[in-house]
């Protein structure tokens, strides 16, 4: 009897929130439509021609070949692969580096932790045009890196975003960890591999995130270091697709360069997206 009382007493206080929060939902897919329409009207225009696209047509043109053809000519897949391959040696390293840099700031003792901690603080409050002509001087005209990758990749290694992810994370790990870890004798390597890096993957798969889709979507930086276009990446490339094309397909390859350039981080976000949100959130609590 008392179990029938509860039940329906739960169902009807689940109808009075569901008859009171309807609008709270009615606005949340007004958020989502505004939010959506601009990549679908993305995708539709991929496929129109300039006349199509003027004309504000809400479904898919005719000229998706012309199009995909124009793009191809243009060694987008070259592209693609030049910027997997920039991004991905910018996600290996940047994860590797915060691994040990985070661990340091933990786990040793050394003059000055303190400051560098701070320092690192003050440098995620600076933005990075600030220092990019003095960036630009260093790397190229110094260091003589100009038109290679590594122009690209060395600095985004020393951004401190994952060295500061990881001492947070690190420093929120009971100590006795640790102290267990040196009772057995594990070195600090061992330590590492063994202890910490598997508790840490939600963290590592949120570095891995920011650091594939950052990579992914510089535009900045790769225009002013590489000139050669067999080395370029493909935000910098798509901006080769109006030059020199018919009259009528110039925006439609534009916009089909920009959704296939998206689909890759899309893919990564997708997969990693409750490793990333577990990340944040144990970041967080700590």
């Known amino acids: 009897m008392n179990n029938n009382a509860t039940k329906t007493s739960t169902k009807i206080t689940q109808s009075r929130l569901?008859?009171?929060?309807?609008?709270?939902?009615?606005?949340?897919?007004?958020?989502?439509?505004?939010?959506?329409?601009?990549?679908?009207?993305?995708?539709?225009?991929?496929?129109?021609?300039?006349a199509e696209m003027f004309r504000l047509q809400m479904t898919p043109g005719d000229h998706f070949g012309i199009n995909l053809k124009a793009v191809l000519d243009r060694d987008i897949v070259l592209l693609l692969f030049n910027t997997f391959v920039v991004a991905g040696m910018i996600t290996v390293g940047k994860v590797v580096l915060s691994l040990f840099g985070g661990m340091a700031l933990v786990y040793f003792r050394f003059p000055g932790k303190n400051l560098v901690f701070i320092l690192i603080l003050s440098a995620l409050m600076i933005p990075g045009e600030v220092t990019i002509i003095s960036l630009y001087r260093l790397v190229v005209m110094d260091l003589g890196w100009g038109n290679t990758w590594t122009a690209i990749v060395v600095p985004a290694l020393a951004t401190p975003t994952g060295l500061f992810l990881f001492r947070q994370h690190f420093?929120?790990?009971?100590?006795?960890?640790?102290?267990?870890?040196?009772?057995?004798?594990?070195?600090?390597?061992?330590?590492?591999?063994?202890?910490?890096?598997?508790?840490?993957?939600?963290?590592?798969?949120?570095?891995?995130?920011?650091?594939?889709?950052?990579?992914?979507?510089?535009?900045?930086?790769?225009?002013?270091?590489?000139?050669?276009?067999?080395?370029?990446?493909?935000?910098?490339?798509?901006?080769?697709?109006?030059?020199?094309?018919?009259?009528?397909?110039?925006?439609?390859?534009?916009?089909?360069?920009?959704?296939?350039?998206?689909?890759?981080?899309?893919?990564?976000?997708?997969?990693?997206?409750?490793?990333?949100?577990?990340?944040?959130a144990l970041t967080r609590d700590k």
């Not at 009171?20 to 601009?38: A, E």
């Not at 225009?223 to 030059?243: H, N, Y």
């Open 171 to 280: 420093a929120g790990i009971t100590p006795e960890l640790c102290e267990a870890a040196q009772l057995d004798g594990a070195t600090p390597l061992q330590f590492l591999f063994r202890i910490l890096l598997p508790i840490s993957k939600a963290t590592v798969a949120a570095l891995v995130t920011i650091m594939f889709i950052s990579g992914w979507n510089n535009y900045l930086w790769p225009s002013l270091v590489i000139t050669d276009p067999k080395k370029q990446v493909i935000q910098v490339g798509l901006s080769s697709l109006d030059a020199g094309l018919e009259v009528g397909a110039t925006y439609g390859p534009i916009m089909l360069g920009a959704v296939i350039a998206s689909i890759v981080p899309i893919l990564v976000f997708v997969l990693m997206q409750k490793q990333f949100m577990q990340g944040f």
């Open 18 to 50: 569901a008859g009171s929060t309807w609008y709270i939902h009615l606005l949340l897919w007004v958020v989502v439509i505004f939010m959506m329409f601009p990549i679908l009207y993305a995708m539709l225009t991929s496929t129109q021609s300039n």
